[in-house]
């Protein structure tokens, strides 16, 4: 499906940046569910994420499908209620994902850091070489 | 465009990752040019990103769009040279942005460390609350 080369040498194409996690819903859901380790009923994931009910079951769908979430049916109170919770293999992607995040992170606030203490970017001149 | 509910209590609807720039092949070309202030050739953010032609110029559009990068002519050794740099308006919206990612970076290390400090998930019971 992508249709992106894979560089040798190509220190900013983050491939650790899983598309299936990074999207900003699923990347909402995602942290949810791990801050939530017992699941979360659909109407407690719709607030904490501010999704519609169209957004949520789309991407909790996709979600299922890449086996990284499950819909667990319990009982509370004598009450059906159905859940959703981070699956195992999940929790260990979005962990993997995690990884490559904090990369984007530290490679954008090293540059951030090194502009402000040289004063402008305005004030850099480009070298002749 | 956007079909999200914006919540009041929505601690992980991550509204500040600002769709445009959150794109993984857009995030890398920003990554790239905010560490090279002096713009890069188009084959240059190619290869650091490894992206097709394609890519490239589908994304770099979008951002052109956004005023967030410029594509400027200049003459290197006498030779005409098109770089692509990054806007003041594209650094700074850049740099909200990444607070935004540092954000979700916290919220997830958090949780994983008290996860781990308290063993496996799945020693963690539903309580009866």
Request: charged share 25%; with cysteine; glycine share 6%.
């Amino acid at each position: 499906m992508s249709s992106e080369v894979t560089g040798g040498n190509a220190p900013f194409a983050y491939e650790g940046l899983d598309r299936v996690i990074h999207e900003r819903a699923r990347l909402s859901l995602l942290t949810s569910l791990m801050t939530h380790p017992k699941g979360l009923s659909f109407g407690d994931l719709k607030q904490l994420c501010a999704l519609t009910d169209g957004n949520l079951n789309r991407h909790l769908h996709v979600l299922e499908e890449e086996q990284m979430v499950e819909i667990v049916k319990k009982t509370e109170r004598n009450r059906p209620l159905t859940v959703c919770r981070l699956t195992e293999a999940g929790r260990q992607r979005y962990i993997e994902y995690l990884a490559a995040l904090e990369e984007v992170v530290q490679d954008a606030a090293r540059v951030i850091k090194q502009q402000r203490s040289s004063g402008s970017l305005r004030s850099l001149k480009p070298s002749s070489a």
